[in-house]
């Protein structure tokens, strides 16, 4: 009986993969990362790539990038979080590509420090990023896809959209959020033909520290940030994950959760959920308390640079005793 429903499963699956060539495919935060790496593999099966982001001069370096790859693709400027520049953007699309076959969410910041040095105004940034920036761009994708009678969505939502990791509660929360609005998608499209794929990366090397936005103690926020996002058996590279995240999209998959500690991190959390906040508890503990003057925002580019700077600085030792 398992083995008839896992075959089942896979003819279904096998039914509902889709051929990428000549389909126009929206990338939000494509300039960068995850969302790059996605562009140039999908510009490898002959797909026509759209990429957005707010960062002028990283997607005119990205659109030279992909130059390389294909001649069929756009690179607009977009803050997804604001509801009119996409819809200029999608009425861009329509009148360069004609419509939309596939969008993929994939746009987002990370705001990394102690809970008391978070303001409302960056929970707010969070959400209109995270959470409003999918609703605005699957908005209006959907009139599209329902036009055409199909699509395919993917959402990169993230763990911590199942697993609310300490200094990251503004990050956490707009990732719930998506994650409930993309599940609850996915149940709802189905019936129009448009397939939905939510996906749950785990620990990524994209370079992200450079990006995030540190309060409390800057420079001890962005180390951990960095080391954690290096570590070899538990984080995965962009490359990887673009494949595997096309391969979900294809065939129509509902979730994807990247690397092997995020999958047992959500297992453990489903069954053990006292369990998993006491372990954050510990882990919180290691982590870098406020600071006074915390509150101001630091980028981790910031941060990078101060940090050579000081050390450029520093006088070299002579090894002999100053005062001799």
């Known amino acids: 009986m398992t083995a008839g429903y896992f075959a089942s499963r896979a003819i279904v699956r096998s039914s509902r993969k889709i051929?990428?060539?000549?389909?126009?495919?929206?990338?939000?935060?494509?300039?960068?990362?995850?969302?790059?790496a996605l562009a140039r593999q999908l510009?490898?099966?002959h797909a026509k790539i759209v990429i957005c982001a707010r960062d002028e001069e990283e997607l005119r370096k990205a659109g030279d990038e992909l130059s390389y790859y294909t001649s069929n693709f756009l690179a607009i400027p977009c803050d997804v979080a604001d509801q009119e520049q996409v819809k200029s953007m999608m009425q861009e699309i329509r009148e360069k590509m004609g419509t939309i076959d596939i969008l993929?969410?994939?746009?987002?910041?990370?705001?990394?420090?102690?809970?008391?040095?978070?303001?409302?105004?960056?929970?707010?940034?969070?959400?209109?990023?995270h959470y409003w920036g999918p609703f605005h761009t699957t908005s209006e994708a959907l009139k599209y896809m329902f036009e055409k009678g199909e699509g395919r969505i993917v959402n990169i939502v993230s763990i911590g959209g199942k697993l609310s990791f300490p200094h990251l509660?503004?990050?956490?929360?707009?990732k719930y959020a998506l994650s409930g609005f993309s599940e609850g998608l996915a149940a709802e499209l189905?019936?129009?033909?448009?397939r939905v794929t939510t996906?749950?990366?785990?620990?990524?090397?994209?370079?992200?520290?450079?990006?995030?936005e540190a309060k409390g103690s800057h420079e001890d926020e962005y180390v951990w940030f960095k080391t954690s996002g290096h570590l070899p058996l538990l984080t995965v590279g962009a490359d990887k994950?673009?494949?595997?995240?096309?391969?979900?999209?294809?065939?129509g998959k509902k979730t994807l959760t990247l690397t092997i500690p995020a999958k047992l991190g959500k297992i453990v959390s489903e069954a053990a959920p006292d369990l998993t906040i006491s372990f954050f508890d510990l882990i919180n503990r290691l982590l870098p308390e406020s600071e006074s003057g915390g509150e101001q925002s630091k980028t981790g580019d910031e941060i990078r640079k101060e940090k050579s700077e000081t050390a450029f600085a520093k006088p070299k030792s002579t090894g002999k005793n100053p005062e001799a």
Do not use: C, W
């Open 104 to 129: 993929i969410n994939n746009a987002g910041i990370i705001q990394a420090g102690p809970m008391e040095q978070m303001k409302k105004e960056d929970y707010e940034q969070a959400m209109n990023v």
């Open 199 to 212: 996906v749950y990366p785990g620990l990524m090397r994209t370079g992200s520290a450079r990006n995030i």
């Open 169 to 174: 509660l503004p990050y956490n929360a707009s």
């Open 241 to 251: 994950a673009a494949r595997k995240i096309i391969k979900a999209m294809r065939v």
């Open 190 to 194: 189905g019936r129009y033909n448009i």
């Open 43 to 45: 510009a490898d099966m």
């Open 19 to 36: 051929d990428l060539k000549d389909k126009t495919i929206l990338i939000t935060g494509g300039s960068r990362g995850l969302g790059l």
